[in-house]
């Protein structure tokens, strides 16, 4: 193994501590915009107590409301334009993933005179990474994505149906401010696939990582059972404060860069669903939830002994005499049924995509992360014929 890790967000973690909002955005700036999603915030009365802890702390605000699931590189202008007219020294998420990722291109693209959608790997010849940023603070109210203390973030462009990302360290959030009581009104779908969003960062670097990483293992392993436990329990209680308390510092280490050290990982399955959510708008974790599995039975004949590994330790089975492949694929099989147990949708056709479309979805997925065969990067890498393949396995 050798690494580098590197992640400079302060994390204020617990129930009840939204009200430290203003003191932590304070230290950064004196005028946020305020970026939200679609309104629940403002029923669940979560706007109004960061509004005034934000006031109470010298901090004026403007809003930008209305990021989409799948935030838009059109969300991201126009809040770039609002940053800049109203002057704007400090962007703050009170949101979920789509919100905390427009949020960080919007205070990248405060600074940037081109279009927005240079910074998002879509293919094109010059990739413009940002180098600077407004001071960015997270709110997650969603536990999923882990955008909240990462530099990465996904985007959307509805011109040309692509899906795509961008990392750049001067994304990372100055702080995140994860506070678990504020999940607590989240519907059981949508907790339902945030929980399959967590684990799928887990096990794309569990099965696409190198060799010789057996603490790493163990730490992936850690936070996947830690998730299908307590994220049973969210999904049947949304009131239980402790599991959303155990989901969401889950969410948060499955992707804030600590599980994936040394591992040198790519996100194949990732790529996948970016390239249905780009056509389909569906949420995310549902996308996740149908393609994950149909990837693990392609990827687990190449390397069945690892996926043996996640039955047994994950899902306790034990070989019986059987091979590593025949363990590896009932181990698949506990895994997709967990995924159903808590609502996930497990095929294509649950989420309303049919097979019209799938080779543009295997030519998308490829976009940005791939060999100079054009394969899709993972192990093991996929060409455009296996990745329709295993779509259509997943229809």
């Known amino acids: 193994m050798k690494f580098e890790f590197y992640n400079p967000t302060r994390l204020i973690f617990g129930a009840g501590t939204l009200s430290r909002l ?31 802890s934000l006031e109470k702390a010298g901090v004026s605000v403007v809003e930008c409301a209305g990021i989409e699931p799948n935030p838009r590189i059109t969300s991201v202008r126009r809040g770039a334009d609002m940053a800049r007219r109203e002057g704007c020294d400090l962007v703050v998420a009170l949101g979920g993933g789509s919100t905390m990722d427009a949020a960080k291109v919007i205070a990248a693209a405060v600074f940037y005179e081109g279009d927005p959608w240079d910074m998002i790997g879509h293919g094109q010849e010059n990739w413009v990474l940002p180098t600077r940023a407004l001071p960015i603070i997270t709110v997650p109210t969603l536990a999923a994505t882990g955008s909240e203390m990462n530099c990465g973030a996904v985007i959307s462009n509805d011109e040309v149906k692509v899906k795509s990302f961008v990392k750049a360290d001067c994304l990372f959030p100055r702080v995140a401010l994860a506070d678990p009581e504020l999940t607590l009104t989240v519907p059981r779908d949508q907790t339902a696939y945030g929980v399959c969003d967590i684990i799928t960062h887990v096990t794309e670097g569990y099965f696409n990582g190198v060799d010789g990483t057996p603490i790493q293992d163990r730490f992936a392993e850690g936070v996947i059972l830690t998730a299908m436990e307590y994220g049973r329990r969210a999904v049947a209680d949304g009131g239980d404060l402790e599991a959303r308390t155990q989901v969401q510092w889950a969410s948060i280490v499955a992707l804030n860069g600590w599980v994936q050290a040394g591992v040198d990982a790519v996100h194949p399955v990732h790529m996948i669903e ?29 390397r069945p002994q690892r996926f043996a590994q996640f039955a047994r330790r994950v899902f306790g089975l034990q070989a019986d005499g059987r091979g590593d492949l025949e363990l590896a694929m009932e181990g698949i099989d506990r895994f997709e049924a967990f995924l159903r147990s ?28 791939r060999d100079e065969h054009g394969n899709l990067l993972g192990r093991p890498p996929m060409s455009k014929a296996d990745i329709e393949a295993v779509l259509r396995s997943a229809l």
């Open 274 to 302: 970016h390239a249905l959510s780009a056509h389909h708008d569906v949420p995310h974790g549902a996308g996740l939830a149908v393609v994950n599995p149909a990837w693990m039975r392609f990827a687990a004949k190449a």
């Open 22 to 52: 203003g003191e932590a955005a304070r230290e950064h700036g004196r005028k946020a915009l305020l970026v939200t999603g679609g309104g629940s915030v403002k029923r669940t009365g979560v706007f109004d107590r960061a509004v005034t």
């Open 342 to 369: 808590i609502g996930c949708p497990t095929r294509l056709s649950e989420l309303g995509i049919g097979d019209e479309l799938i080779p543009r979805y295997a030519e998308d997925a490829a976009l940005v992360l």
